[in-house]
């Protein structure tokens, strides 16, 4: 089967979803030859956003192996486009593709930071560092026009709330007048994400990330304005991005970061057909040593969806993998993780914001 490339983006094709009872829809054929052939030329792919208005934005979760219970994600979608991303399936919800749509379509709620201080105020609530950038990344490009995350990082500093971010992008330097004042007060720390020092290689992983040199610029940044930085060497993709695994661990410590942590790549749902597909197109030379292990890795399939071992590969590929990552660490002095790290922020500050225009008692 031959595939035409889709340049700028992660994903090859607009998968529809398969589950929730949903009817099935088959296409006749790929749809940009019909576009070809009536139209002409297909025109480019162009990024929508809609904006959502929900009634809470607070997500809690009790999962035994993600160092969090609350998250914010202030959009859904990710024009990153990374072909890798476990978020995808989400868009399935809403009966869009976890394919392009998922990269192409985008929600943004303008009221997260509103709906934030609501939860914040209630009588009830106990603080806990809140984390951004679980789902989708708040510092993808439309943040420059909608200023969500900002938003609520301004939030988080006046009520003295605990919070994380975790991003691809070097974008987060945008508000580093924000971060340095939370982590000055020990509020903050920040994940930088880097899969691969090969720029033509994250432009296909990673179509709309920020190139790998400036995703270290910005930790290098971060560190010296005394904001806590880690750096995710993750998705981990045998036989693609596993050679860089030391390269960047390496720049990491030397750029100031604190510590490191590693993540094999995961396929649940949609995603494992999707990056089979990309596979497939850019390399289709390796998909099937490239599967394979992943499958080694996964108890003999594509993805293990079960808690704990989800996070925790197991066999000989994961035991090399995991001797390479902890002795670069070692070698790089940095503190190593197999998953991100639970960040020591300060819950106790907290003071509850002020609602309705009632004014705090003294």
Request: net charge positive; glycine share 6%; proline share 7%.
């Amino acid at each position: 089967m031959e595939h035409a490339k889709i340049k700028g983006r992660g994903a090859q094709s607009g998968a529809v979803p398969q589950r929730f009872g949903l009817a099935a829809r088959e296409a006749d054929g790929d749809w940009r030859d019909h576009v070809k052939a009536l139209d002409g030329p297909p025109v480019k792919l162009r990024t929508t956003v809609t904006e959502e208005h929900p009634k809470s934005i607070l997500s809690f979760n009790q999962s035994p192996d993600i160092p969090f219970d609350r998250s914010v994600n202030a959009y859904r979608g990710c024009e990153h486009g990374c072909v890798y991303c476990y978020a995808r399936p989400t868009h399935a919800y809403h009966d869009l593709s976890p394919g392009l749509d998922f990269e192409t379509r985008l929600f943004a709620k303008p009221n997260a930071a509103e709906l934030l201080r609501e939860t914040l105020a209630k009588r009830k609530y106990i603080p806990r560092w809140i984390a951004m950038g679980t789902n989708t990344d708040p510092y993808q490009p439309i943040e420059a026009r909608y200023r969500i995350t900002r938003d609520i990082l301004k939030l988080c500093l006046d009520t003295c709330h605990p919070v994380t971010i975790t991003t691809k992008s070097d974008r987060v330097l945008r508000d580093l007048d924000l971060l340095t004042e939370l982590a000055r007060r020990n509020l903050t720390a920040v994940s930088v994400s880097v899969t691969t020092f090969d720029p033509r290689l994250s432009a296909l992983l990673e179509p709309r990330a920020s190139a790998p040199r400036k995703r270290l610029a910005a930790i290098e940044q971060l560190s010296a304005a005394g904001v806590p930085v880690h750096c995710s060497v993750s998705p981990i993709i045998p036989a693609i991005t596993d050679e860089f695994m030391e390269e960047i661990v390496a720049w990491a410590g030397e750029a100031g970061a604190r510590s490191a942590g590693w993540i094999p790549l995961r396929l649940p749902h949609e995603v494992a057909p999707l990056f089979r597909e990309w596979l497939e197109v850019h390399f289709p030379d390796r998909a099937g040593k490239v599967m394979s292990i992943v499958r080694s890795i996964r108890g003999g399939r594509d993805n293990d969806p079960n808690f704990r071992s989800r996070m925790k590969p197991s066999g000989v590929w994961a035991d090399l993998l995991r001797s390479r990552f902890h002795l670069a660490c070692k070698r790089a002095g940095l503190t190593g993780n197999d998953l991100d790290p639970k960040f020591e922020l300060d819950c106790t500050q907290f003071r509850k914001p002020e609602t309705g225009g009632q004014l705090r008692l003294l």
